[in-house]
C-alpha cells in the first residue's frame, strides 16, 4: 500500500548565518518504500516548533548531534501510524516522537533516535502534546520543580511568557504557592499569560521598562529567575535577585540568530553578592520521568487550572516561514506546524 | 599611657574610577583616646590586602556595605592587644579582626563589626592567620567543598592560582583526590604552584594559550572551576566544562577595575548544553564553622601537606602601592602589608 506514497521534506541545505533564510532549506520529494520487518511508516499530523532548532542548525559540540546538510530537518512531532510491521504499534495509534519536517516518518518503531511512544486522544487533543504534555511542559515542570526548587511564598519570574515553556512554568509555580511575574511582548500576550493562565503580574519588553516592571511587580525582589531569553533581560533580572536566587537556564532565543557573540550577562557578579546559582538544564534528562509531569499536568488541565495555548500554521510548505515566527516573536502561544488533518 | 600614641590612618577621599590613585587617599593621623570600660586598643602588626576591597571602595548594594568617604579604610588583620578595660582579652593577646588601615584600632571589645577573635602564635606564624587559615582559606576551603563538592577524579581548575585563595583550593582539592590544574600569571608563579604546592600543571595565562592549556592539561574535561579572575578565562575555561559542572564565583579581579562594563560571560550557554551551575560565595556564610576548616588546614599545614606563600610588604605608608600590586598582580603569595614588628 505503501508504494504510491510520496514524503515532502524540508531538508537543510546550508548553515545559517543569523536568521535562517529561505535558500537554507532544500525542500524535496522521495517515494515513501515498503516497510520491512519491525519497521512503522508515521503520517505526520502536527509538528513542534521550538527555538532549539536554531541551535541544531549549527556545527559543533552541544547536547545533541547537529542535523547534516542534506539531512532532513530534526523536529519533534505527533503522527498516525498508517502502516505496521513492528510489535505494538497498530494502524491508527497515535505516537509521539521525532519525527522531523516530513510528511512520513518511516523506520524501525523502537528506533532510538525517534524515540516514539503513545499518546492517547481521549486524554487530551493532540496539540497539548506537543504543548503542555510534551517537551515544553517537561522542560517547565522539572526545570522549574527540580532546578527552581521553588517554595511557597516567593517570586518566580518566567521570560518567554507567552511561550510554550513559559506559559506552564508560570501554572506550575501557582500551584506551587508563588508570586509570578511574565516577561512577554506585547500587550496582548501580557493580557493573555495574567488573565487567563493567571499570572500576578507581567512586563511588556517590548513597550515598557523591563527594569522598572522587576521594581514594581517583584517588591520582594526575584527568588527564582526562568530564562528563556537571554541578552538585557537576563541582565536586567540579574540586578534584582534575592539572596540565594536560582536562575533556571532554559534557552537564550534573543541570541540565537547573533552574526556578533553571544552577549554574556554583564551582571553575572550579582551570583556572587547574594550567593545565587545560574543552572542550566535539558529536559531529556528527566525522560524517565516523563509520566510523573505527564499525569500531574493532565490532571490539572483536567481540573481547569493548567491552561495552554498554541499557535497552529497549516501546511508542510509553510515551514521556514512558521520557524521564523518564533525569532521574531510573531507566534503567540506553543507553535504548531500542522501537516496534515487528523 | 595610651594618651600620647598617634594613630596614623588612610581613608577613602574619593570613590575611584578604575585603579585607584593616589588622590583617592588621605593619610591622616590622629591622637588615640583613653580606652573606656569594655573597650580594647589593639596595634596593628598585619593587614591582609585583598581583591575585594576594590568592591568596598564602590558605592552601590552589595554584600557589605561600601566603605564611606572619610571613612578609615577597611581591612582585616592581626593586632596585639595593648590595653584592655574588656573581660576575655588582656594586654599582650594577640587578635584577628577587621582593623582597618590603620596603626590602632581602639572601641568595645565585643564591636560586632570589627568581630575580633584570638589567634594562637604557637599553632602558626602569624601572617598564616591571614592567609590559609583566614578569610583566604575559608573562602577557598568552604567554597571548594560546600559549593564545588569534589570528588575523588575529577578534574578542578583554578585561577589566580598562586593568589591567597588559590593556592589553597588547589591544595585541598589534592587532598580529596582530584586532578588539578591552576591558571597564574608568569613561569615564576607556574613553578611555585607545581613544584611547592604540587598542582598536577598550571597554565600561564601572560604568556601561553588558555585554551590549549586546558586542553593538554585537562584531557578529561573540567569538573569543578574556581573561579577568581572572570573575563576572557572565565569565558575560555566554559567552552571546556564536563556535563554537570560546578563552577564557584568568588571573585572576577580582572574586571574591578574596568571603567567600561564588566564583561560577562559569552559562553553561559555551556552552563545550558553541560547542565552545569555557576554559583557564587561570599565567605561569611560559613563563619559559624570557620573553626572546623581552620582545625583541618591546621593539621595539614603540621603536617606538611599544605603550604602557603605570604608577600609582605612593609609599612603602613606603602598601602596604596601595595593594593595596586593586587590588581597589577605583582603580588606572589597572599599580599600582606606589616604595620608593625610582632
Request: charged residues 20%.
Amino acid at each position: 500500500m505503501t508504494t504510491t506514497l510520496t514524503n515532502q521534506q524540508f531538508r537543510l541545505a546550508a548553515r545559517p548565518v543569523g536568521m535562517p533564510k529561505p535558500t537554507d532549506w532544500r525542500f524535496t520529494s522521495e517515494p515513501v518504500r515498503e516497510i520491512a520487518d519491525g519497521d512503522i511508516l508515521v503520517k505526520t499530523l502536527y509538528l513542534s516548533l521550538d527555538p532549539a532548532m536554531r541551535g541544531w542548525m549549527n556545527e559543533g559540540k552541544s547536547y545533541i548531534r547537529p542535523v547534516a546538510i542534506d539531512e532532513v530537518m530534526r523536529a519533534g512531532g505527533i503522527g498516525r501510524v498508517v502502516a505496521s510491521k513492528a510489535f505494538g504499534f497498530k494502524v491508527g495509534d497515535i505516537v509521539s516522537g521525532s519525527l522531523g519536517v516530513q510528511q512520513y516518518w518511516i523506520g524501525a518503531a523502537n528506533d532510538k533516535t525517534a524515540a516514539f511512544y503513545k499518546v492517547d486522544p481521549k486524554v487530551a487533543p493532540l496539540p497539548k502534546y506537543l504543548n503542555a504534555l510534551g517537551m515544553p511542559g517537561m522542560t517547565a515542570y522539572f526545570g522549574l520543580l527540580e532546578v527552581g526548587l521553588p517554595k511557597a511564598g516567593e517570586t518566580v519570574v518566567v521570560s518567554g511568557a507567552a511561550g510554550a515553556v513559559g506559559q506552564t512554568v508560570g501554572q506550575v509555580a501557582k500551584h506551587k504557592g508563588c508570586r509570578v511575574v511574565g516577561i512577554a511582548g506585547g500587550k496582548d500576550k501580557c493580557d493573555f499569560v495574567v488573565d487567563e493562565l493567571g499570572f500576578d503580574a507581567c512586563i511588556d519588553y517590548k513597550n515598557d521598562s523591563v527594569k522598572d516592571g522587576l521594581k514594581a511587580h517583584c517588591p520582594n525582589g526575584v527568588d527564582i529567575y526562568f530564562d528563556n531569553v537571554g541578552g538585557q533581560i537576563l541582565d536586567d533580572v540579574l540586578t534584582r535577585i534575592n539572596m540565594k536566587a536560582r536562575i533556571i537556564i532554559c534557552g537564550a532565543i534573543s541570541q540565537y540568530n547573533n552574526t556578533t557573540p553571544v552577549k554574556g550577562p554583564a551582571n553575572y557578579l550579582s551570583l556572587l553578592v547574594n550567593r545565587a546559582r545560574m543552572e542550566g538544564i535539558v529536559v531529556f534528562d528527566y525522560a524517565d520521568r516523563y509520566h510523573v509531569g505527564v499525569a500531574e499536568m493532565a490532571k490539572w488541565m483536567r481540573e481547569g487550572s493548567l491552561k495552554t495555548r498554541e499557535d497552529i500554521v497549516q501546511g508542510l510548505e509553510n515551514f521556514p516561514d512558521a520557524l521564523s515566527m518564533l525569532f521574531e516573536g510573531r507566534n503567540f502561544g506553543k507553535l504548531i506546524l500542522q501537516v496534515a488533518a487528523e
